[in-house]
C-alpha cells in the first residue's frame, strides 16, 4: 500500500521503576516486564493472554484478558504516555493534566495549539471496549490513545501501575452438565467475589476469571488429543468446562492448601476459601470431576492453561487446513463480543441459534466472567465464510441491543466486518465524528490509513 512500517522492537528499556509503577519503552513485551516487576514482587494484572505482546501494542488496542472481571483492562492501570504526533510533536502526557472542556481537549503542538473535539457517542457501559476512539464529556487526553490503534500517534514510552505482591492463585477446571449449571456456578461465584472484595473477608472467595469452553471446543481437544496430552478427561456428559482462577491469601502452602481441601466435606474444616470453594462445588455435584492445580504447583497449572488454549490454536489450525485443501479464500471468520453478565444467556442464545439457522459448524469460548466470549466458524467451505460474516453483523446487532459492545478486546484495525460493526455501533455520525479527531491530529492521514475506519 506504499506505507512505511515503524518498528519498536528495540525499544525495551526501562526508563524508571517504583513500588506502585514502572515506566517503559513501547517495545517492551509483556512477558519481559512481567519478569522484571516478579523479581521485585510486582505484577501487571491487565496482562492479555498473549504475553508476547508489546506494551504499546497493548495501549494502542487496550487490550483486556482473562483477569478483567478483578482487574479492569488496560486503560484502567495507565497513568502516562509518551505519543509521537504525525507532525513530529512529542506528548508527554500525564493522567489528570488534560481534560475536555467544553466538548474538546486543547493541546500545545508543534504547530501551535490544536482542538480536539470529543466524540458524542455513547460507548457501551461494559468491562471491555475495543471500539474506536474513547470518548466521553471530562475524558482525559491519554485515554484518547489507548485504544486507538495507532491511528492517531505512536506511543513510544508507557507508565502505568503495578500491583504487589503477586497474589497466590489456584486454577480449578470444572466440567459442567449444562450451560445453565455453568451460568449459575459462574453467577454465585462472581457475587461471592464482589462480596469479599466489599467487605475484605480474608476466607471468602477471590475470583479473578473464570473462562468457558463449549461443547464444540471440548470436542476439538479430544479430537485433537490436547485433553490426553495435558493428563484432563472430561466426562462424556460435560457441556461447558470452566476454568476459574482462584486468588488465595498470601502465606497458604501448598500443604496447608492441599490439607484443607482434603477436610473441605467435614463439619469441623476451617473457613477458609479454598474450603468455601470446594463446598461450592460439591453441593452442584462437581468437586469430583474437577481437577485442581493448587499454588505451587506450576507444571498442573501450565496443563490447565494449555487446555484452554488449545482451543483457538485447534480452530486456528482447521480454518488453515480448509485454506489450504479447500479455497484459498477461507480466513477465520469469529467474534469478539461483550454483553452485561445478565444478558449473557440470551447472547449465547444469539449465537447459537445464528450458526444453526446457516448450517455453520462453530465453538465458542471466552472470558465468562466478564460476558465476553469468541463465536468461531470452523468453515468447512468458502460459503461457511460469507455466511460466517452475515452472522457475526447479526450478533453485534444483538449485543448491542443488550448493553453490550460487538468489538471487545481485540480492536477492530482493517477487517472489514469489524469496520462495519463499529458503523453499525455508532452509526455515520459516531465514524464522522472520529475522522475529525483523526483529521485535527494527523491532517495527512499518515499514521494507520484505513484502520478502524477509511478516509
Given amino acids: 500500500m506504499g506505507e512505511l512500517i515503524i518498528a519498536t522492537t528495540k525499544m525495551t528499556q526501562v526508563i524508571d521503576r517504583s513500588a506502585d509503577r514502572i515506566t517503559v519503552q513501547a517495545g517492551l513485551t509483556v512477558a519481559a516486564m512481567q519478569e522484571m516487576l516478579g523479581a521485585v514482587g510486582g505484577w501487571f494484572p491487565p496482562a492479555p ?99 486507538a490503534e495507532g491511528t492517531l500517534g505512536v506511543v513510544a514510552q508507557v507508565t502505568c501501575r503495578v500491583h504487589s505482591p503477586v497474589p497466590q492463585s489456584a486454577l480449578a477446571l470444572i466440567p459442567c452438565r449444562s450451560e445453565q449449571q455453568a451460568l449459575e456456578l459462574v453467577m454465585t461465584l462472581r457475587r461471592a467475589s464482589l462480596d469479599t472484595w466489599r467487605t475484605g473477608n480474608q476466607s471468602g472467595i477471590d475470583i479473578a476469571a473464570i473462562e468457558n469452553m463449549d461443547r464444540r471446543s471440548i470436542a476439538i481437544l479430544r479430537e485433537d488429543g490436547a485433553d490426553a496430552r495435558n493428563d484432563v478427561s472430561f466426562p462424556d456428559e460435560t457441556a461447558v468446562a470452566l476454568l476459574v482462577q482462584l486468588e488465595l491469601p498470601t502465606g497458604l502452602s501448598p500443604t496447608d492448601a492441599y490439607e484443607q481441601i482434603g477436610s473441605a466435606l467435614m463439619p469441623e474444616a476451617p473457613d477458609s476459601a479454598i474450603v468455601r470453594f470446594c463446598r461450592m462445588l460439591a453441593e452442584r455435584d462437581l468437586l469430583n470431576a474437577t481437577e485442581l492445580a493448587l499454588p505451587g504447583d506450576r507444571r498442573r497449572a501450565e496443563q490447565l492453561i494449555a487446555i484452554r488454549e488449545a482451543v483457538p490454536a485447534g480452530v486456528n489450525r482447521r480454518v488453515g487446513m480448509a485454506k489450504r485443501d479447500i479455497h484459498p479464500e477461507i480466513a477465520k471468520t469469529a467474534a469478539d463480543m461483550v454483553v452485561p453478565l445478565d444478558r449473557f444467556a440470551e447472547m449465547m442464545d444469539v449465537y447459537k441459534e445464528g450458526f444453526h439457522a446457516r448450517g455453520l459448524d462453530y465453538a465458542i469460548w471466552g472470558h465468562i466472567s466478564d460476558g465476553n466470549v469468541h463465536p468461531n466458524v470452523i468453515p468447512r467451505s468458502y460459503a461457511d465464510v460469507e455466511r460466517g460474516k452475515d452472522a457475526i ?63
Fill in 49 to 147: 493472554t498473549f504475553t508476547g505482546a508489546s506494551v504499546g501494542g497493548i495501549v494502542s488496542t487496550n487490550a483486556a484478558g482473562a483477569a478483567t472481571f478483578k482487574y479492569g483492562s488496560t486503560r484502567d492501570w495507565i497513568e502516562g504516555l509518551v505519543v509521537v504526533l504525525a507532525d513530529g510533536t512529542i506528548l508527554d502526557l500525564k493522567r489528570g493534566e488534560h481534560r475536555a472542556h467544553d466538548g474538546s481537549i486543547d493541546v500545545l503542538t508543534a504547530g501551535g495549539r490544536i482542538s480536539i473535539p470529543v466524540p458524542r457517542y455513547v460507548m457501551p457501559n461494559v468491562s471491555k471496549r475495543s471500539a474506536g476512539y474513547y470518548a466521553a464529556p471530562d475524558m482525559d487526553l491519554v485515554d484518547l490513545f489507548i485504544g
Fill in 393 to 455: 453483523l447479526e450478533f453485534g446487532r444483538a449485543a448491542a441491543r443488550l448493553g453490550g459492545c460487538p468489538l471487545a478486546e481485540h480492536g477492530v484495525g482493517r477487517n472489514p466486518v469489524k469496520q462495519q460493526l463499529l458503523l453499525q455501533l455508532y452509526g455515520e455520525q459516531g465514524i464522522a465524528e472520529m475522522r475529525q479527531v483523526k483529521r485535527v491530529l494527523d491532517p495527512e492521514w499518515k499514521l494507520s490509513p484505513g484502520v478502524i475506519f477509511s478516509r
